[in-house]
Every structure is written in structure tokens, then in C-alpha cells.
């Protein structure tokens, strides 16, 4: 049997043919030297292959290049870039399989896909739901509805400041990740090697029994009280209900499958109510599959696509994680939460650093390049769809209907941010008009005519020209120009 090579984000079982099949890890200084990635995640991907190469019959290789690793004929699963299978398809006697790590097979995806149109998450969730038997009654959804989101998605319990839920356990490092420290910190004093974002202790699994202690723990814990406030920001509690799995299942730790396994137990065990579950598995066999399937279903280009024509560099203190330099509350508060951890969850990300990059105009490719650096579960395939098509609208609604952009009225009913912010959500003028409000009016303004096509569209702007100061607002938001706000 040939020797498997797997890439850093190949590490579990489910990406060999059986136990015991020896194995080919490479860790690659060069990744490191071309990016600037966050501290943690550098710490994380290092700590996972070196745990790896511990299991079993495995040639872990330090190399600058992968190429300069692969001397023997070798046997990998589809990676997850299209660079990364450029350099397989091109070295001699590697044996290219099918991809794993993903739950819905490609050819399946496109034969969903070709011929429509636009393609929406919902259309896809549906078919994945019924082809893989999820959550299924028979021909019917479980419950009798495809979609809970009017269960789930409230804004935060009124007069707390943390969700009732056990936090997951706390990772206990090892010799391992003492040395992948000690190494991290002489290549910054040593190699030029550059990070961003704070080190601190790893908080995200790095071996297959600490991914599996996670699901457990989350499945039992946390699953319940997923799906209510699935779409809410307390300050006082970033990880709200979420699993904070997406390190682990992008690192091949888990199998989406075995995680979507696991919630469905939970309902059929009555463990945990219909709606959260749905809401769960919506994320993984939906949403993680569809921007999956879109990187490869879209062509090359579209990771360029810059269809609102953004042209704004991110800004330093944007682009530095400095948080500090910042007084909107929400978004001080989760600069800081990627610069502490690598990680915030899907509102934070869409809602609050998403909306503002396309607000202010920001090149969607630069937004597309800062997520992917600074986060911890970031990888090229996961952020095309998201950053560009979804967080950015630079497709121009190929796989969203409108652009993810809202004012301060959301961020406040979602958050407890307002309350405690130097800014006002309501105000959309003067000292105390919030970034958020101001900035949501005058991307309206900026890309009226891109956007007057869009049906969904045609109530907001309708209320762009109720508004008496839109010059006056444009001109200040103009003046606020890249500063932090
Ligand atoms: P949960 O809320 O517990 O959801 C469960 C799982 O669903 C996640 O672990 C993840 O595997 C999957 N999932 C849910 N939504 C998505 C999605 N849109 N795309 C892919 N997987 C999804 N996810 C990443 O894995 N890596 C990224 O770099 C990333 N960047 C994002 C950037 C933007 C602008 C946006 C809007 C979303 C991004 N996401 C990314 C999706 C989502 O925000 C994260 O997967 C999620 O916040 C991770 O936290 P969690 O594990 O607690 O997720
Ligand atoms: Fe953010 Fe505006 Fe609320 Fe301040 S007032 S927390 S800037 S939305």
C-alpha cells in the first residue's frame, strides 16, 4: 500500500484507507514566510501535525518546500486549494484520490447546481437533508419543517450577560506544544518571520481525542441552547452556544458526517430540541458544504470578482488587530476577540467586521486575504464564497440575494454592544452618529444604482431618499474616511 501524504488539514482517521496505512506529513517553513498568519494559528497547525506524526507509522519532513518532501510514490486525498492540487497534479508517481472531509460528493453538487440560475444555501440544505437521509421522517423533514430559523436567530436574553451554558473543556498543553512555542518564538527573532494577534494557550484541539472530548462535550452541553440565540453578541460571552468546532472539523480532526451523526442523536434521544439541531446541522451539511463546493464550482476568477468596485486598502490598525485604537464598542470588541483568540463567531464575522470592510469599501480580495490570515480556522477554499460572495456581495449576488450590509439598529438588537458605546445607534449625524448607521447610509448612496435591480434592495432605498442630511452624512462618512472609527 502506498505511503498516504496528508496535508495539515488531512489529520484524522477518515483520510486513510485503513488504520495502521503509514503515512507522510510535511511542515512547511515557506507557508510562513509568505503569509502573515496569527500567532495562534500558526501555534495550532504546527501542534496538530507534530501530535500527528506521534500516531502510528509516520515520516514527518521539515522542508522548505513540499515538493523537496515527496521522494517515494505516495497516495493523497484531494486538497483543499486549487494551488496545493496544482503541485500534486504535477509531481511524478502521486496518486491522486477523491476528496474527503466533506459530505456531499462534487459530482453530486453539480449536478445539483448546473442549470439554475442562482444558487441558495436553502435549495442546497433541502436536497443535502433529503440525499443523505438527515434529519429525515421518511420523505419529510423532521418535525415537518425544513427551516427553524423563526425559533432560532432571537437577540440576546434580556439582563444577562452570559448564555447558561458550560464553557467547552480547556485544552491541557503538552511537551509538544511547549517546543512549537519555543520554535514559534525563535523564528520571530531569528527568521523574519512576522504574526499577527496574540499568543496565548491553545485553545482549539490539535489531536483527534481532544476534538472527540469537544463533540462530546458540545453534543451533551451546548447543543440545547445552540439554536435561540445562534445569531446574538453578549461582550461578557463570545463563545455564546456555539460549538467552536470549525478548527478541528477544517483540520480534518472530526468528520462533518460523525459531528452531523452526533447532533441528530441528540434529537432523536431527546437531548436536545428539534430546533436546535436543525439550526446545527444546517451549518455543517449546508452552509460548510455549499462554500465548499462553490470554490470549486466557480472558476478561478471569482476570487477577484470586485463587482461594487471596493478600492480602500485595509487600514493599519484594521489590518494590526488594534483593537485599542478603537472606540465603536462592537467592533473594538471583536478586533479584540480575533486578536486574543483567532476566533469569533458568524455574526461577529459577518455582521460586524464583514459589513464594515463593505461599507467602507474595502478590496474584497485584501478582506478575503485578512480573514483567511487572522483566524484560526481560515483556509483559501473557505474563505472565497464567504468573504466574496457573502460578507462582501463582490459577485453580485451569484450565492446571495443582498448584500449582508446593516446599520447600528441590528448590531443593537443583537448585542448588548450600544449600550455601553460612546456612539448611538440611532444617530446617523454629528459627534455621536454611529459608524455602523452612518456607514450602512452611505454605502446605500455609494452603490444605489449597482443595487436598484435587487428587489430585496428597493425598501432600503427607498428610505435613502427620505433622508433629508444624505449629503451632509456622505461628506462625513467621507471625512471618516480609513480612520478607526
Ligand atoms: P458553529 O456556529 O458551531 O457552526 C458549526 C459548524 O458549521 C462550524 O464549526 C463550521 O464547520 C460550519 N459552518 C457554519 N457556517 C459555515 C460557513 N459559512 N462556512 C463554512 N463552514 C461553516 N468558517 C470557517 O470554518 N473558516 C473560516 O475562515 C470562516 N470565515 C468566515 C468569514 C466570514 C466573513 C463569515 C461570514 C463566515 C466565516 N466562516 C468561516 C463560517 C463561520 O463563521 C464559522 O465556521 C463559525 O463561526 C465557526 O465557529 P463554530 O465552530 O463555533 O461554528
Ligand atoms: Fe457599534 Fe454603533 Fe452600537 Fe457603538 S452604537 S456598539 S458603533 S453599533
New binding site residues.
Given amino acids: 500500500m502506498r505511503r498516504r501524504w496528508l496535508f495539515a488539514d488531512q489529520l484524522g482517521p477518515h483520510f486513510l484507507d485503513e488504520p495502521g496505512q503509514p503515512v507522510l506529513l510535511v511542515e512547511s517553513k515557506a507557508v510562513f514566510r509568505r503569509r502573515v498568519f496569527h500567532r495562534q494559528k500558526a501555534h495550532l497547525i504546527l501542534s496538530a501535525l507534530r501530535h500527528r506524526a506521534q500516531d502510528g507509522d509516520v515520516r514527518l519532513v521539515r522542508a522548505e518546500t513540499y515538493a523537496e518532501a515527496v521522494t517515494e510514490p505516495l497516495s493523497v486525498c484531494h486538497p483543499t486549494s486549487r494551488a496545493a492540487r496544482g503541485l500534486v497534479l504535477r509531481l511524478p508517481d502521486v496518486e491522486m484520490l477523491p476528496a474527503r472531509g466533506f459530505v456531499t460528493a462534487p459530482q453530486d453538487f453539480t449536478a445539483w447546481a448546473d442549470g439554475r440560475g442562482h444558487l441558495r444555501l436553502e435549495d442546497f440544505y433541502r436536497y443535502a437533508r433529503r440525499h443523505h437521509d438527515v434529519l429525515m421522517d421518511g420523505a419529510e423533514p423532521a418535525g415537518g419543517r425544513w427551516n427553524l430559523d423563526a425559533d432560532n436567530r432571537e437577540p440576546p436574553p434580556r439582563g444577562v450577560t452570559r448564555l447558561d451554558v458550560p464553557p467547552p473543556p480547556e485544552i491541557v498543553e503538552d511537551a509538544i506544544d511547549e517546543e512549537v512555542r519555543a520554535e514559534l518564538d525563535r523564528w520571530e527573532r531569528e527568521d523574519g518571520i512576522r504574526f499577527v494577534g496574540n499568543d496565548g494557550p491553545r485553545m482549539f484541539p490539535a489531536t483527534r481525542r481532544e476534538a472527540l472530548d469537544r463533540l462530546r462535550h458540545f453534543a451533551d452541553h451546548r447543543l440545547p441552547e445552540f439554536g435561540p440565540h445562534?445569531d446574538a453578541m453578549l461582550a461578557g460571552d463570545p463563545l455564546m452556544a456555539?460549538?467552536?468546532?470549525?478548527p478541528a472539523?477544517?483540520l480534518g480532526l472530526l468528520d462533518p458526517l460523525e459531528v452531523i451523526e452526533r447532533a441528530e442523536k441528540a434529537y432523536r434521544e431527546g437531548s436536545a430540541p428539534l430546533s436546535s439541531v436543525e439550526g446545527?446541522v444546517r451549518?455543517?451539511l449546508g452552509?460548510?458544504d455549499f462554500?465548499w463546493h462553490l470554490y470549486w464550482y466557480f472558476e478561478p476568477e471569482y476570487r477577484a470578482a470586485n463587482e461594487l468596485r471596493a478600492k480602500g486598502d485595509l487600514p493599519k490598525w484594521f489590518a494590526e488587530l488594534n483593537a485599542g485604537a478603537v472606540e465603536a464598542r462592537c467592533l473594538s470588541d471583536v478586533l479584540a476577540g480575533v486578536r486574543d483568540r483567532g476566533w469569533v463567531?458568524?455574526i461577529p464575522?459577518?455582521m460586524v467586521l464583514?459589513n464594515y470592510a463593505m461599507q467602507r469599501g474595502w478590496r474584497p480580495a485584501a478582506v478575503a486575504g485578512w480573514?483567511h490570515r487572522c483566524?484560526v480556522?481560515?483556509?483559501e477554499w473557505?474563505?472565497t464564497a464567504?468573504?466574496i460572495g457573502?460578507?462582501q456581495f463582490a459577485d453580485a449576488g451569484r450565492m446571495s440575494s443582498k448584500p449582508y450590509a446593516a446599520g447600528g439598529s441590528y448590531i443593537n438588537r443583537m448585542s448588548d454592544y450600544c449600550g455601553g458605546c460612546r456612539y448611538d445607534p440611532k444617530v446617523r449625524a454629528g459627534d455621536g452618529a454611529c459608524p455602523y448607521t452612518a456607514g450602512y447610509w452611505s454605502f446605500l448612496a455609494r452603490h444605489e444604482q449597482a443595487l436598484a435591480g435587487n428587489h430585496r434592495m428597493r425598501q432600503p432605498l427607498r428610505g435613502l431618499h427620505r433622508l433629508t442630511d444624505l449629503d451632509a452624512l456622505v461628506e462625513q462618512e467621507k471625512a471618516r474616511g480609513s480612520r478607526a472609527p
Fill in positions: 445562534e456555539h460549538s467552536m468546532l470549525s472539523i477544517n446545527f451549518q455543517i452552509w460548510r462554500i463567531h458568524h464575522r459577518l464583514g480573514f483566524f480556522d481560515g483556509y473557505v474563505m464567504n468573504v457573502m460578507s
